[in-house]
Nanobody, 124 residues
């Protein structure tokens, strides 16, 4: 079992940056692909980014490509989401999640463990 705790959210002006962190418990972190998702106010949860268990080839939603970067440090059992050039439409609760699938996936149902979320608010 993996427990995930996000941090780093907050209020930022449009054009600013934030770095989210997701700390995992357990020594099996390295066997999971990791993903970031977000849920804007009044909308459904959506995929943001994913990174495979060994790092390497990452995947991004078109809406964040070129602005967000996902990374992981298996030694620190932490995954990060660097968010630059933030826009008001990036406002959402951001969640990290862990997947045991054999391939990097965008599907919410493929993720087995979820954090509690961290609020990101971007003001114009």
């Amino acid at each position: 079992q993996v427990q995930l705790v996000e941090s780093g959210g907050g209020l930022v002006l449009a054009g600013g940056s934030l770095r989210l962190s997701c700390a995992a418990s357990g020594r099996t972190f390295s066997i999971y692909d990791m993903g970031w998702f977000r849920q804007p106010p009044g909308k459904e949860r959506e995929f943001v980014a994913a990174i495979p268990r060994g790092g390497g080839s990452t995947d991004y939603a078109d809406s964040v490509k070129g602005r967000f970067t996902i990374s992981r440090d298996n030694a620190k059992i932490t995954v990060y989401l660097q968010m630059n050039s933030l826009k008001p439409e990036d406002t959402a609760v951001y969640y990290c999640a862990a997947s045991r699938m054999d391939y990097t996936t965008r599907r919410i149902s493929d993720y087995d463990y979820w954090g509690q979320g961290t609020q990101v608010t971007v003001s114009s």
